[in-house]
């Protein structure tokens, strides 16, 4: 069992008087605003784990730093996920239920975002996620408006797909997705943008996770002689279908997402097996000087720059959008926070870029928080719509060539 860590920032006293009133707060320490980091440190999630929970750590101690939130410093509280919906689910529990946090943030895939939703909504708390599934965006998940989705959704990533399939010429494109919310929701996502082309998806297939081959799954797409193969995948399964592929020896060109076609992908299989292979994956707002605050932390706590982890640039702005909306409402009430979050992030207002910035500009007037992992625009469910990077595995390394706006 994954050991839980308690975290203070800001050196925070003792705990004062509780207060409790369904769908506005949790206990809550007077003075105080609890965070729960509820990020993969294991699993498949693990590459981004640590680095989305040091993020949500490192953005509260600037916070803080500052001055705090509507007059209130933020602690901060990290489980991990285990990557699993089980595990998540017992997680989110402790959190809510015990270590008495006001907000849920970091869940990554859509299964455990999925199975956290309805403990924050039960609780009347704001659930801030980096998961894709389209139903995270309405009812029954969405159905309080308390979910924040810092990650493109699935359809979304289909559309990139799509374009990056008409981009490099390809005519014959079929998909293999993995069992569960996110994977479908990308191959499904490709499908309807592909066929909304005119183009048509030779063969599709579903396969089971956990298994030791997915040679007749693979048989099965290979058999319709596809040009490309578009995968709803993560790294485990990917592993093992790539090395059965390269066995076949039957040409073919494969787009997968970034969290299955990572540099782990490259050490596990070796560079010849996915020479050539497309990695897609949301890109971060590098122009924006947010995104140069988060990638100076995240240098100086993991020692790799930024980019390696468009995750915690996510989980940075999560903190940040949390802390000018309390200060918006000068409060930390969840449903004054959640009337503000669209104030601050979407424009019209005055553009800024950090937490200090942001709240002495609020003295004056409405702001636009520009976010490291995105312009944080959040539409009426809740998504943004991030860019796309176009990685290209050659030579072992994945380089971008370009990058996909939708």
Known sequence: MTTTRRHFVGGLGAAAGLVAAPGILRAQTQGVYRIGALCPVTGSGSPFGSG???????????????????????????EDTQTSPQAAVLAAKKLIDVNKVQCVMGTWSSGVSLAVVPLTNDAGMILMNTSGAPALSTPPANAKGLSYRYQATNDRFGRAFAEICVREGYKRPATMAFNNASGIGNTEGFRKAWEAKGGKVVESVVYEPNQPTYRSELQKVLAANPDVIVTGSYLADTTIFMREWFQTGQPVKWIMPGWAASPDLVKAVGPDVVEGVISVDSVSNENAASYKAYDEAYRKAMGQPGQANVYAAMTWDMVHVLALAMEAANSADTQAINAKIREIANPPGQQVYSFAEGKEALKKGKINFEGASSVLDFDQYGDVTPDFGVFFIEGGALKRRYVVKI
Do not use: D, S
């Open 52 to 78: 989305m929970q040091k993020m949500i750590g490192v953005a509260a101690e600037i916070v803080n730093a500052a001055g705090g939130a509507a007059g209130r410093k933020l602690e901060v509280q990290y």
